[in-house]
């Protein structure tokens, strides 16, 4: 196994690091203010939400409390999953 196959290996969100950078040698630790902004800046929702991958209902909850929160309409709607909620209070359901 080469070392970016390890390196993206490790963690899902190191994943995230690994798809941004896959030169990246592991060396810093993953932070989340730092390298899941640049991840989700990075991303291409539109391409995401056409693929249909597993777990996209987890994101059609994010976009949809996102655009509820902002009060806009939703740029990606679509059924939500099961085990999410909406919560009140302005909490994300995806947030524990």
């Given at each position: 196994m080469t070392g970016a196959h390890r390196t993206a290996s490790r963690h899902p969100k190191?994943?995230?690091?690994?798809?941004?950078?896959?030169?990246?040698?592991?060396?810093?630790a993953y932070k989340e203010s730092r390298d899941g902004v640049q991840a989700l800046?990075?991303?291409?929702?539109?391409?995401?939400?056409?693929?249909e991958p597993p777990g996209i209902?987890?994101?059609?909850?994010l976009f949809d409390d996102l655009?509820?929160?902002l009060?806009?309409?939703?740029?990606?709607?679509?059924t939500c999953h099961p085990?999410?909620?909406?919560?009140?209070?302005?909490?994300?359901?995806n947030v524990l």
């Open positions: 190191r994943y995230l690091k690994f798809l941004i950078d896959p030169d990246d040698a592991g060396r810093a800046q990075t991303l291409d929702w539109a391409q995401v939400f056409a693929y209902a987890f994101a059609h909850a655009a509820d929160a009060g806009v309409e939703n740029p990606f709607p679509g085990l999410t909620t909406r919560r009140s209070g302005g909490t994300l359901r």
